[in-house]
Every structure is written in structure tokens, then in C-alpha cells.
């Protein structure tokens, strides 16, 4: 499996899970989508191609660099924010 798809099954995965349990949680669960051309912000964002490697060089491998697409949208339970997770392009969406 190619590494678009299994992001796509996990964030599926994800959005479904959290609808079936949104209801239960108190405070509600917030779904915060992503826009292709944001700027990426490494405090409410995740590179998922850099997921696995060292997080220093992150930080310099991102720069200038904007959202493609979300992969995992982001979450919000209260006060506590779960970063998205997107797929990071170096073009600019008009």
C-alpha cells in the first residue's frame, strides 16, 4: 500500500471514530479542518512524511512550506487541542 492510502484509511478511521464518540464527551469534540494553501504552523500542525524522523530537523525541513492536504483533521476536547496531521506541499493554492 502506497503511503497517500494508508494516511486516507487513518484519517477516515479517525473522523469516524470521533463522530461515534463525539456525543459522549463533555465538553462537545470540535473537528478543525485544514485549508490547502496554509501556511504550515508546527505548534497545530504535523508533517506526515516527517512523523517518523527527528523533530529538530523538522522544524528547518518545513519551513516556507504549505498545506497540501489534511490527513487527520484536528481536534479540540476543552482546552486540549490534537494536532492535524498534513500532507505538505512548496506551492502556494490560489
Do not use: H
Amino acid at each position: 500500500m502506497g503511503t497517500f492510502y494508508e494516511c486516507f484509511v487513518a484519517m477516515a478511521s479517525s473522523v469516524w471514530t470521533l463522530n461515534k464518540l463525539a456525543l459522549s464527551f463533555d465538553p462537545e469534540v470540535e473537528i478543525i479542518q485544514v485549508e490547502s494553501g496554509v501556511d504550515f504552523s508546527i505548534v497545530f500542525m504535523e508533517d506526515v512524511l516527517r512523523r517518523k524522523e527527528d523533530k529538530r530537523l523538522t522544524v528547518n525541513l518545513t519551513r516556507g512550506k504549505v498545506v497540501g492536504f489534511t490527513v487527520v483533521p484536528e481536534f479540540k476536547v476543552g482546552c486540549t487541542v490534537i494536532q492535524s496531521q498534513v500532507y505538505l506541499t512548496s506551492l502556494k493554492c490560489k
